[in-house]
């Protein structure tokens, strides 16, 4: 059985950071993988999915500027 990472009727979501709390999200989660082993697949999956949401915080927070 498998599941995308992502559903958007399943994963909206009504509130978007404002750009500035965005971006230090994204600084933290890269921040806090950088130093992932590439080896150990979990590690990488918590990474994916992580760094994945930190993207979506970061465009929506984006797009809501550019309104």
């Known amino acids: 059985m ?3 990472l ?4 399943r ?3 009504t509130w978007n950071p404002p750009l500035d709390l ?3 999200c ?3 989660a890269l921040a806090r993988h ?3 082993d590439i ?3 979990r590690a ?9 949401r930190a993207l979506r915080q970061l465009v929506a927070a984006l797009d809501n500027e550019a309104w």
């Not at 992502?6 to 009727?9: F, I, L, Q, R």
């Open 2 to 4: 498998s599941a995308p």
């Open 6 to 9: 992502y559903d958007a009727e």
């Open 11 to 13: 994963d909206s979501s």
């Open 22 to 24: 965005a971006i230090d």
């Open 26 to 28: 994204a600084r933290g």
């Open 34 to 36: 950088q130093g992932s």
């Open 39 to 41: 080896h150990d697949d």
């Open 44 to 52: 990488m999956l918590v990474a994916a999915v992580h760094l994945e």
